[in-house]
């Protein structure tokens, strides 16, 4: 077995490990140097890992945040009003959890010491921490407790989708972003595919509909923790103060504005796509008037079908963009054609037509998604603290899934009272619109 290669050829720094701790799953792999772009090229096990630990941190998040909470919700109230109006409540709290431990997990990541590395801690703790969120969610009496129990969920996942995130950044040569930013977003696809076939075997018990996942996730994210060779940081190099606490949250539009650009086209797509993913399941009962079993199951199908586009429109967006060396105009079309399709679901009015869009709404995603890491990960602002960047960054993806709900709820619920979804997929759809425009402005990259 071979053994971790120092790294050589780098200023002294008595604040760097430079044997670092390897990796304890798979062959021995170097240690990458902190704030230095690895040149060598992870081999296909270690793709693989990644694969799983973003499959692990979704599968647990996601799958209450699309389909488990909606059910629960159904058990709370019959009125579709009063359904829409819990999920929304139970979910709003959720988006200070994410803004907040999202970047200040990268951030900590940045800057934690000890012998095994600066992520690991990280991932591992937050995947396990998580469980205890979904647990008092299954077992709430009301929307009061879900939201506490959702909040400490998007605390713990975020903290640990923060570090998985900026391990990416350490661990990935460029020559690999595309493809393996492809492979994520597959993953974060099949996370919610599972959790909603999950939802149809295991949706009649709300404990083991939440718990289920979460600790099929919760291995899987230890698992690719296990397999990554960590730099480690002897001793923290920059104070943290309140300035730099509050800094965390931050990155000077004015000064990178390529970033900022990146950042609005994510928040504008997830936004978009949770304001209907929310309520997906509402969609079908309220919109489609499908029964709740009959609902679910169609979602379950719906589901696996945007998953199935979405995964070859990821590896065939991956792979075009490393081979043409251009992001910009793939990401800016991709999220201009998902934001037609949100709107298009007003005027499905059957189970098929639902199924269409559903498959042209994954082909966008996929695309989108497969590219869109790729081209933040060429526009960081720092890579020694890309934990942080990509902190802020993950504000873009976390904050809007929490919003969603109770954005999209008071739209459905106040405007569309309950089963007119116009309000919801035309805002939608104007959303997603705004972030196509944006992201052409971004110049750093082709």
Do not use: C
């Amino acid at each position: 077995m071979a053994t971790p290669t120092r790294s050589t050829g780098f200023p002294p720094d008595p604040t760097i490990d430079l044997d670092g701790s390897p990796n304890l799953v798979g062959p021995k792999l170097p240690v990458p140097h902190i704030g230095i772009q690895p040149d060598t090229v992870k081999p296909w096990w270690f793709v693989a890992g990644v694969v799983l630990g973003q499959l692990g941190i979704f599968l647990g998040l996601m799958g209450p945040a699309t389909v488990s909470i909606q059910l629960k919700a159904t058990t709370l109230s019959a009125d579709p009003a009063q359904q829409a109006a819990i999920v929304g409540l139970a979910v709003a709290p959720g988006a200070l959890a994410a803004v907040l431990f999202n970047a200040l997990g990268g951030r900590i990541s940045d800057r934690t010491t000890g012998r095994f590395g600066r992520r690991r801690p990280w991932i591992i703790g937050g995947a396990v921490a998580m469980l205890v969120g979904l647990f008092l969610i299954a077992i709430a009496p009301g929307a009061g407790l879900m939201a506490v129990g959702w909040f400490f969920t998007q605390a713990t996942a975020n903290m640990a989708f923060a570090a998985f995130t900026a391990s990416l950044a350490d661990q990935l040569s460029r020559t690999q972003y595309g493809k393996v930013s492809g492979l994520v977003g597959i993953a974060g696809n099949l996370a919610v595919m599972v959790a909603t076939w999950l939802s149809t075997v295991l949706g009649g018990n709300m404990l083991l509909l939440f718990m289920v996942p979460a600790v099929l996730g919760a291995l899987m994210a230890i698992l690719y923790a296990l397999m990554i060779p960590e730099p480690v940081l002897k001793e923290n190099r920059h104070p943290f103060n309140l300035v730099e606490l509050l800094s965390t949250f931050w990155r000077n539009p004015l000064k990178y504005p390529d970033f900022a650009l990146a950042w609005a086209g994510r928040f504008t797509i997830i936004l978009a796509s949770y304001m209907f993913v929310t309520f997906r399941l509402l969609y079908m009962t309220n919109h489609l008037e499908l029964d709740a079993a009959s609902a679910t199951g169609a979602v379950a199908i719906g589901v696996t079908i945007y998953t199935v586009t979405s995964m070859v429109a990821s590896l065939a967006g991956g792979w075009l963009s490393d081979k043409l060396g251009r992001r910009k105009a793939l990401v800016a079309a991709a999220i201009l054609i998902f934001g037609l399709a949100t709107y298009l679901l007003l005027h499905a009015d059957s189970v098929a037509a639902f199924y269409v869009v559903e498959a042209i709404m994954g082909i966008a995603y996929g695309a989108y998604i497969a590219v869109d890491l790729a081209l933040v990960f060429e526009v960081l602002p720092n890579r020694e603290e890309a934990g942080k960047d990509l902190g802020v960054f993950n504000i873009a993806n976390a904050l809007p899934q929490s919003l969603a709900p109770a954005f999209g709820g008071f739209l459905l619920a106040n405007l569309g009272g309950g089963t007119n979804f116009a309000p919801l997929l035309i805002t939608a759809g104007v959303i997603a619109l705004i972030g196509a425009i944006l992201t052409m402005f971004i110049r750093g990259v082709k």
